[in-house]
């Protein structure tokens, strides 16, 4: 019997765990968080010095219950969350839980870096207490989030759109990605010129060079007819080699990864968005499946922002690189890299827990993408333990009239780290102009050429360039200006841009996962920066983080930092609350006129998203749907329907939208609600219920849909208020049931199967039923599984493979 319990977040880590801890430990997991400020109200009591108000978060109390239960048989209890502030949160409201009443167990906290055996067990031999400072930064870290959120999202309620948020971290991301698309709208592109010479010198290979000065001046070429002026004065030339400048470099390995840089080299090579980078990586950590191994954690902790690495993995590494690379490739001793600024090193930057699971050696037990992430830090992180690259540069300088050309050439004579792995890079158009260019990875080689030697010009290549703008930011290079600029934390970078897309700030729209402010977002970070200078201050955001790290270490208190940041916030919702501007009432006027009375149009926002809406509301309720065209010109939608008339009094049909899809309501709505869907499910199903009459007024039947799928309703509602579930075609196989099965929706959209006669009949089933009867048992119907029908009674086990 246990007779230690240990406390993790994760039911994956409980299965890892209890497969290499045998029967004397007992493993539950908390699921996440257990306990947080309540979801209908604000829950922090200023006056009190920001005193939060804990309640259990909805489904946690079975999850605390059997925590509770398992703590009665044990004398010692293990709390083992993720070892990061949030995980210190959960120990925390875990461990107050657990002190309440009577108990004989001693708790601990316990750290896990890496779930493997050796570290598991040498983490419970050297168990420690709670850290209260970091539970009092992610308090404050909570509480901040919750006052901006809960403060300023009802003023973006009513004067722009229900349901819109802002957030302290979030809205200074939506601002720089604002701000970027503002740079490039406004971008002056100017042309420039190249010109390239091919040349031949009296060995191989041929080579080209680029005009570099002209004179005394840096060259610079500005037009076509200034081009076509070099060109014409060096045709005839001699280009003689005036200047050779051979020397070696060395390219260094960069250190192994830190989180944000994980996230950004797995974007540049894998187009992985940040949020499955952390998925795969979260995977990876707490364990894999591998054979008669067992479950096994293939990678350190995933969050942090540290580069340091333990001394036995390093000696690890030094191991393998000799063994398997040789002693050439193997530095005198290992290499330490310098971690930057307010780095909080908790942890060891992301390494594999062992080199000797090779990537190629356990590829069977992973998923495409979980291999693919597990060998990109397997290599960067032997890779910085290897030799610098070595490559000779050469530069040859060539003379043609009062024109001087440059020829660069580099030769890699040892691969030393690049032989297994090279860091990405990110395209940034704005360094492709007159004065630099694209760097290549590609080896240009020069001819073995004497100062003096005269080359013989082969031809004369001009080429016109524009100058680019910065380009929009990527899941990679958004990532790594909030961490430049100090905003979010390795924990919170993917939840950041998740958000911002959810909450259709801004929009992934170019099938190459840049990020396009939408128009609602930059509408709510204007009127977010006009109001709340302060929040919205990228400076401002990141000294809040560096105020939470100076809680965490115990350097500030984290009731005086509320403080600071409430006593002047407070006064700037006050200002917003009567200052900012309702766009819900006066809309963004546009050019457009409205064909009913005359007036502008105002761009608006609900809870379909925008509309055109006649500034002259309410007495004119003129409204359309529109897009933007590519030049961002306003096209309005023209509807197929907008010639139907309506079936009961003749007034036109207008289309509308509802959380349940579009359909037609009558024009004379509120004295006629006649509606029709225009779904194309449901208009192929209308052709079914053509011959289907009310059982209360015998009036035709149409289809509707509703929260929990579509239904049957009589034509003359709300007159008569007749409705009946639509049949599959399938009676309820329950006896003495004379119900037939439908289709049902559950509150979160998921499709399920039940009887009719609902609650009276009980029966339902999650799988497709087919029409068709058991060849084996005779029972009424077989179900759906993925590529194969079975028989709906679960007794039966024929299969039918489709």
């Known amino acids: 019997m246990a007779d230690t319990l240990i406390i993790v977040e994760s039911p994956t880590k409980v299965k890892t765990l209890s497969k290499f801890l045998g029967s004397k430990y007992a493993v539950k997991a908390s699921v996440g968080h257990v306990k947080d400020l309540p979801s209908n109200r604000l829950g922090v009591d200023v006056a009190h010095d920001f005193a939060p108000e804990y309640i259990t978060i909805e489904g946690k109390e079975k999850v605390l219950s059997e925590i509770k239960k398992e703590a009665k048989k044990v004398k010692t209890i293990y709390l083992a969350p993720d070892p990061d502030r949030e995980g210190e949160a959960i120990s925390w409201h875990i461990a107050n839980e657990l002190k309440r009443g009577k108990n004989n167990y001693q708790i601990y906290r316990v750290l896990f870096n890496e779930i493997t055996k050796k570290a598991v067990l040498q983490a419970l031999a050297n168990p420690g207490q709670i850290d209260e400072y970091k539970v009092s930064a992610q308090q404050a870290r909570r509480i901040l989030d919750r006052l901006v959120g809960y403060k300023i999202s009802p003023i973006l309620w009513r004067k722009v759109r229900w349901g819109l948020s802002a957030g302290r971290v979030q809205s200074v991301a939506v601002r720089i990605v604002c ?14 010129w190249t010109l390239t010479a091919h040349l031949k010198g009296n060995t191989p290979p041929p080579f080209t060079a680029k005009i570099f000065r002209i004179g005394d001046q840096k060259a610079k070429l500005g037009t076509e007819a200034e081009t076509q002026k070099v060109v014409d004065e060096v045709q005839d030339q001699e280009f003689r080699v005036v200047k050779i400048d051979r020397k070696k470099k060395k390219r260094s390995p960069v250190a192994a990864f830190t989180t944000s840089k994980m996230q950004q080299e797995a974007f540049r090579k894998f187009r992985f968005p940040v949020k499955k980078t952390m998925l795969f990586a979260q995977r990876l950590y707490e364990g894999i499946e591998l054979g008669s191994e067992g479950s096994v954690g293939l990678i350190t902790y995933m969050r942090t922002d540290s580069t340091r690495i333990a001394d036995e993995s390093l000696a690890e590494a030094r191991e393998y690189i000799r063994d398997c690379f040789g002693i050439d490739y193997l530095p005198n001793k290992p290499r330490i890299y310098k971690n930057k600024n307010r780095v909080q090193d908790a942890h060891e930057a992301i390494r594999p827990t062992s080199v000797m699971r090779e990537p190629e050696k356990i590829k069977s ?18 890779a910085s333990q290897m030799k610098d690259a070595l490559i000779d540069l050469t530069t040859i300088d060539l003379q043609a009239a009062k024109y001087l050309f440059r020829a660069t050439g580099s030769i890699v004579t040892f691969k030393g780290y690049t032989k297994l792995y090279q860091e990405g890079i990110d395209d940034d158009p704005a360094k492709i102009n007159q004065e630099t260019e694209p760097a290549s990875d590609k080896q240009k080689q020069l001819p073995n050429l004497n100062t003096g030697e005269t080359t013989v010009l082969q031809k004369l290549e001009p080429l016109q360039h524009f100058t680019q703008p910065r380009p929009r930011f990527s899941d990679a290079t958004l990532v790594k200006e909030l961490e430049e600029r100090g905003i979010g934390r390795p924990s919170t970078y993917a939840t950041i841009l998740s958000t911002i897309v959810n909450r259709q700030y801004v929009d992934k729209k170019d099938g190459k996962g840049k990020f396009f402010p939408t128009e609602l977002g930059i509408l709510v970070n204007d009127l977010l920066v006009d109001c709340f200078p302060e929040v919205l201050d990228i400076k401002f955001t990141a000294q809040m983080e560096t105020s939470l790290d100076e809680i965490e270490e115990g350097k500030r208190e984290w009731v005086k930092a509320l403080h600071s940041f409430y006593d002047s916030f407070v006064k700037y919702v006050k200002k917003a609350e009567s200052s900012m501007k309702d766009v819900k009432r006066e809309g963004v006027l546009t050019d457009i006129v409205c064909e009913k009375c005359g007036k502008k149009m105002a761009i608006k926002w609900g809870k379909n998203g925008k509309f055109l809406s006649c500034t002259g509301y309410p007495e004119c309720k003129n409204a359309k749907e529109f897009e ?30 509802s959380r349940f899809g579009s359909f037609l309501a009558c024009s004379a709505y509120p004295s006629c609600k006649h509606t029709v869907s225009v779904d194309k499910p449901a208009q192929q199903s209308i052709e079914l219920v053509k011959n289907e009459k009310c059982e209360k007024c015998g009036a035709a039947m149409q289809i509707k849909a509703g929260p929990y799928g579509r239904f049957l ?43 009719s006669k609902y609650p ?24 759906q599984e993925k590529n194969k029908m079975v028989c709906g009674s679960k007794k039966c086990d024929y299969i039918k493979e489709k």
């Open 179 to 192: 701000e970027r698309e503002r740079e490039i709208k406004e971008f002056v592109s100017e042309e420039y």
């Open 365 to 382: 037990f992973l998923k495409n993408d979980e291999f693919r992430l597990y060998q990109l830090i397997w290599n960067r992180f032997i």
């Open 628 to 657: 933007r065209g590519e030049d961002g010109k306003i096209l309005i939608k023209e509807s197929e329907h907008q010639d139907q008339k309506c079936d009961k009094c003749g007034s036109p049909m207008v289309l509308k939208r």
């Open 713 to 755: 309703s009589c034509v003359e509602y709300p007159k008569c208020k007749f409705i009946k579930p639509i049949s599959i075609g399938i009676s309820c196989p329950e006896p003495d049931c004379k119900g037939y099965l439908t289709e049902r929706k559950t509150k979160r959209g998921r499709i399920f199967y039940s009887c």
């Open 760 to 783: 009276k009949c009980t029966f339902s089933t999650w799988q497709k039923p087919i029409p068709e009867k058991c060849p084996q048992c005779g029972f009424s119907f077989l179900v």
